[in-house]
């Protein structure tokens, strides 16, 4: 977000993200804290060439101890059993650049629907995840890979997840693949989808990562 930026600042709660690029349908929990003197700022920053910018943004305020409110911690909250998360900016590949936006960490959280256990994550289409560069990526064939091929700040985070639920798992995952098969399980709650990335684009953009477009599904109990 060097040319033209979207800043969201409160006296509380955690650093949100610094936004830009094609963001619609998105959505932020910001926590203002119980008191009324803790302001919420939106900042739009541009530099100020004629290129289309546009935003229509809607502000719901939800009062203290109210049944939609974000856990603590959450930027986004999805509150159904099934609905598909999107990195910022997620769009179609660009040749030579990165879609997802640097310096990111926040987390994603589902509310955990009542007699459902585990839940399910995959990608949209097969080509919808491609979100951070293992140690060990080709420069243009990164593959899929998890825990300790990941670098520690590039990836998406799902505790124990793996194919089949089973066993404990890895909690980190990047590459242009969400493991081998595009799908991860994971019993593991609260259900949080946890997205980190760092300032350095190189490998990211040598191989045109678009970030994700993934589903969720909840699983039920088996009883």
């Given at each position: 977000?060097?040319?033209?930026?979207?800043?969201?600042?409160?006296?509380?709660?955690?650093?949100?993200?610094?936004?830009?690029?094609?963001?619609?349908?998105?959505?932020?929990?910001?926590?203002?804290?119980?008191?009324?003197?803790?302001?919420?700022?939106?900042?739009?920053?541009?530099?100020?060439?004629?290129?289309?910018?546009?935003?229509?943004?809607?502000?719901?305020?939800?009062?203290?101890?109210?049944?939609?409110?974000?856990?603590?911690?959450?930027?986004?909250?999805?509150?159904?059993?099934?609905?598909?998360?999107?990195?910022?900016?997620?769009?179609?590949?660009?040749?030579?650049?990165?879609?997802?936006?640097?310096?990111?960490?926040?987390?994603?959280?589902?509310?955990?629907?009542?007699?459902?256990?585990?839940?399910?994550?995959?990608?949209?289409?097969?080509?919808?995840?491609?979100?951070?560069?293992?140690?060990?990526?080709?420069?243009?064939?990164?593959?899929?890979?998890?825990?300790?091929?990941?670098?520690?700040?590039?990836?998406?985070?799902v505790d124990q997840g793996s194919n089949d639920g089973i066993g404990p798992g890895e909690d980190r995952f990047c590459g242009t693949k969400l493991i081998e098969s595009n799908v991860i399980i994971s019993r593991?709650?609260?259900?949080?989808?946890?997205?980190?990335?760092?300032?350095?684009?190189?490998?990211?953009?040598?191989?045109?990562?678009?970030?994700?477009?993934?589903?969720?599904?909840?699983?039920?109990?088996?009883?």
């Amino acid at each position: 977000c060097t040319t033209d930026s979207f800043m969201v600042r409160t006296t509380v709660g955690e650093r949100l993200p610094i936004l830009c690029g094609e963001n619609s349908g998105q959505h932020m929990y910001i926590d203002m804290g119980r008191g009324s003197a803790n302001p919420v700022v939106l900042s739009v920053v541009s530099n100020g060439e004629k290129i289309v910018r546009k935003w229509k943004i809607k502000i719901n305020m939800i009062p203290c101890n109210n049944l939609d409110t974000a856990p603590s911690g959450c930027m986004q909250y999805f509150r159904s059993p099934s609905a598909i998360v999107k990195s910022f900016n997620y769009g179609p590949r660009m040749e030579g650049r990165a879609r997802y936006l640097s310096n990111l960490r926040y987390t994603s959280c589902i509310r955990v629907e009542e007699n459902f256990c585990a839940i399910k994550w995959e990608t949209e289409y097969p080509q919808s995840f491609s979100f951070g560069a293992p140690y060990d990526g080709n420069m243009t064939d990164l593959g899929g890979s998890t825990g300790g091929m990941c670098n520690n700040d590039d990836f998406i985070g799902v505790d124990q997840g793996s194919n089949d639920g089973i066993g404990p798992g890895e909690d980190r995952f990047c590459g242009t693949k969400l493991i081998e098969s595009n799908v991860i399980i994971s019993r593991s709650k609260p259900f949080q989808l946890k997205v980190r990335s760092n300032a350095d684009q190189t490998q990211n953009a040598l191989n045109s990562q678009i970030g994700f477009a993934l589903r969720y599904v909840q699983l039920p109990c088996v009883i």
